[in-house]
C-alpha cells in the first residue's frame, strides 16, 4: 500500500518547495492546487503528493479548507495530512 500526501499552510509558508521536493522523490507524482474533483479521479494505486487542492462548486467544503475532508478521507483512507 502506498501513503499519499497532502500538503496544507498558509500563504507564503514554504508549501510550494515543500510540494516541488516530491517531484524529486521517484515514487510520488506531485500535483500543485489542483481541482479537487480532478485529484479525486487521479490513479491511487502509485503513490501521489499534493498541495492544497483547489475549490470546487460541487463539494461543500469543510470550513477552514477549500476542499470536503469527509470526502477525502473516504476516497484516499491512506492519505497523510
Same mark, same amino acid.
Given at each position: 500500500m502506498y501513503e499519499h500526501v497532502l500538503i +496544507?499552510?498558509?500563504? /507564503? !509558508?514554504?508549501? !510550494?518547495? @515543500?510540494s516541488?521536493? @516530491? $517531484? %524529486? +522523490? !521517484? /515514487? %510520488?507524482t506531485?500535483? !500543485?492546487?489542483?481541482?479537487f474533483d480532478l485529484y479525486l479521479n487521479k490513479d491511487f494505486s502509485k503513490p501521489?503528493?499534493?498541495?492544497? =487542492?483547489?475549490? $470546487?462548486r460541487k463539494y461543500? $467544503?469543510?470550513p477552514g479548507l477549500s476542499f470536503p +475532508?469527509?470526502? +477525502?478521507l473516504v476516497r484516499? =483512507? $491512506?492519505?497523510?495530512i
Open positions: +496544507l499552510g498558509c500563504g /507564503r !509558508s514554504g508549501t !510550494s518547495i @515543500f516541488e521536493l @516530491f $517531484n %524529486h +522523490l !521517484s /515514487r %510520488h506531485c500535483y !500543485s492546487e489542483i481541482d501521489i503528493a499534493s498541495k492544497i =487542492p483547489r475549490e $470546487n461543500q $467544503n469543510t +475532508l469527509d470526502v +477525502l484516499i =483512507p $491512506n492519505i497523510k
